[in-house]
């Protein structure tokens, strides 16, 4: 099985690429609609760091979101 290196981002990447606060994108993912999100240990803090997938899923979230209010 070939598994290629998936590139990965990290939560002020993702801000920046979807207009959405990392405040709001901490939200989601301790809610569980970010469940695939990876964490991984620095030291004694965790990171989140995210894949071209998990950006397309908080860009569908806030549409969603966007559309409610509308």
Excluded: C
Excluded at 7 to 13: A, G, K, L, N, R
Excluded at 19 to 39: A, C, D, M, S, Y
Aim: proline share 1%; hydrophobic share 30%; aromatic share 8%.
């Amino acid at each position: 099985m070939n598994q290629q290196s998936q590139e990965t981002y990290s939560i002020s990447q993702v801000s920046e690429k979807t207009g959405v606060t990392e405040n709001r994108i901490r939200n989601w993912h301790e809610k569980g609609f970010l469940p695939e999100v990876q964490q991984i240990s620095v030291g004694s803090r965790l990171h989140r760091r995210f894949t071209e997938r998990d950006i397309q899923m908080i860009i569908k979230i806030n549409e969603y979101q966007i559309q409610d209010f509308i």
